[in-house]
């Protein structure tokens, strides 16, 4: 079993910056592909970005976040993290981190956190 914390949500205006991190306990992530979802009120969950933790942690995103978003992790800390640059509106949402075989889709991981908010200020 995997657990996963997220932290590092809050209230930004827009064009700033957040960095939100994904602590695992349980097991470690070396196994797994770490993602980040998020939903925005009246929406579906949709992908925002992915990190395989073997060596050369390959990334892609979602085309919304690419250019402003970065995904990393440190392995030594079991901890993901999403640094988030340029905000907009049209971020505000609950973000998830998330661990399993990976992918772009929700049913490709195992392992949920419970979601941080993130509110961005126009």
């Known amino acids: 079993q995997v657990q996963l914390v997220e932290s590092g949500g809050g209230l930004v205006q827009a064009g700033g910056s957040l960095r939100l991190s994904c602590t695992a306990s349980?097991?470690?992530?070396?196994?797994?592909?770490v993602g980040w979802f998020r939903r925005a009120p009246g929406k579906d969950r949709e992908f925002v970005a992915a990190?395989?933790?073997?060596?050369?942690?390959?990334?892609f995103y979602a085309d919304s976040v690419k250019g402003r978003f970065t995904i990393t992790r440190d392995s030594a800390k079991n901890t993901a993290y999403l640094q988030m640059d340029s905000l907009k509106a049209e971020d505000r949402a609950v973000y998830y981190c998330?661990?399993?075989?990976?992918?772009?889709?929700?049913?490709?991981?195992?392992?949920w956190g419970p979601g941080t908010q993130v509110t961005v200020s126009s």
């Open positions: 349980g097991r470690t992530l070396s196994s797994y592909r």
């Open positions: 990190i395989s933790w073997g060596s050369g942690g390959s990334t």
């Open positions: 998330a661990a399993g075989v990976g992918g772009t889709l929700v049913r490709t991981y195992k392992y």
